[in-house]
């Protein structure tokens, strides 16, 4: 597998472009196994959230790797019910003795859950400016939600990672997070497996010798967008990072882009039930 690039972050912050996502990944043999697997195969950027539950075994697994601790990239994610500004700065303490760490490369908020989330900025500016995060950024914000959150904000957001895949390419948004220097990051990059047999991508497939989850994942690099394809099984994670050694063609480019639909696989971040 060839090495793993970096994008560079608006405050200087080196992001691997492909990282490990944990979400569903049991806080126990699963994830510490995932995690290892992973970093011994030159993965240096794992994410996961306070909602997913395995903060602890991402923690265990960091500590038992024999990799240094300033390598790796590390994310988690700040739940919609512990939003709010002392509220935030208290979970950020949880998340931080389950991961066993002492800082954290970047930490986002999960959802923009209305009248939350710029008190949740602040809290994420001064655990910036405390040094206790390298980054901070969203997740699931819309235009309309970086409009009001950049209103009050003294410090961009510089990361937000929402749904993107050939079938919801958020072609808009990625322009006004370019415009803004925030770097856009894909949550369930590879659509969880479920657009595999388009055409398209069988024919790039077949052209360059690499699988349909590969050719979605180049096609994300090609936009400047990092991914974080989540696996479990040792073999998959390795494809899902062997990217560097092909590019796709800006026309083939344009042909996964024309496979949007405007499907999501989670919810549209205007009706998720923040009371839930
Ligand atoms: N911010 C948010 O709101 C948000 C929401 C959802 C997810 N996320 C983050 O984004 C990460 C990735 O998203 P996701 O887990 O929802 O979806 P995904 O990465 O698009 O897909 C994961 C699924 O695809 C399978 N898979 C992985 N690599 C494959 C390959 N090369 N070929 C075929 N199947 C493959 C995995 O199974 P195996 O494990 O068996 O390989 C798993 O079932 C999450 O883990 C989480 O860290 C963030």
Not at 65 to 83: C, G, L, M, P, Y
Not at 164 to 181: D, G
Request: charged content about 30%.
């Amino acid at each position: 597998m060839t090495a793993i690039d970096s994008f560079t972050l608006q405050n200087g912050t080196n992001m691997p472009k492909v990282g490990l996502g944990v979400y569903k990944m049991n806080d126990d043999q699963e994830v510490i196994n995932a995690v290892l697997s992973a970093l011994d195969l030159g993965y240096r950027h794992i994410d996961t959230a306070s909602f997913y539950e395995n903060e602890k075994g991402v923690g265990d697994a960091l500590k038992r790797s024999k990799v240094e601790r300033e390598d790796i990239f590390v994310t988690t994610k700040v739940w919609n019910d512990e939003q709010g500004y002392e509220e935030t700065l208290d979970a950020f303490e949880r998340s931080m003795e389950k991961l066993q760490l002492d800082y954290l490369d970047l930490y986002l908020i999960h959802w923009p859950v209305p009248g939350k989330y710029t008190e949740t900025w602040k809290a994420l500016e001064k655990l910036y400016r405390d040094g206790r995060v390298k980054a901070i950024g969203v997740c699931n914000f819309m235009e309309h939600h970086l409009d009001e959150l950049m209103n009050t904000a003294e410090i961009k957001p510089m990361v937000n990672q929402v749904e993107l895949h050939p079938r919801i390419y958020q072609k808009e948004l990625m322009e006004y997070c370019k415009e803004h220097k925030i770097q856009v990051e894909a949550w369930a990059p590879i659509g969880r497996g479920k657009y595999f047999d388009a055409p398209v991508l069988k024919k790039l497939s077949d052209k360059y010798g690499k699988s349909p989850a590969q050719i979605i994942l180049r096609w994300h690099l090609e936009h400047d967008v990092v991914v974080i394809p989540k696996s479990s099984n040792k073999s998959r994670q390795e494809e899902n990072a062997d990217l560097f050694d092909f590019e796709l063609k800006a026309e083939e480019v344009e042909e996964i882009n024309a496979l949007h639909t405007g499907e999501r696989i989670g919810k549209h971040p205007d009706e998720f039930d923040y009371e839930a």
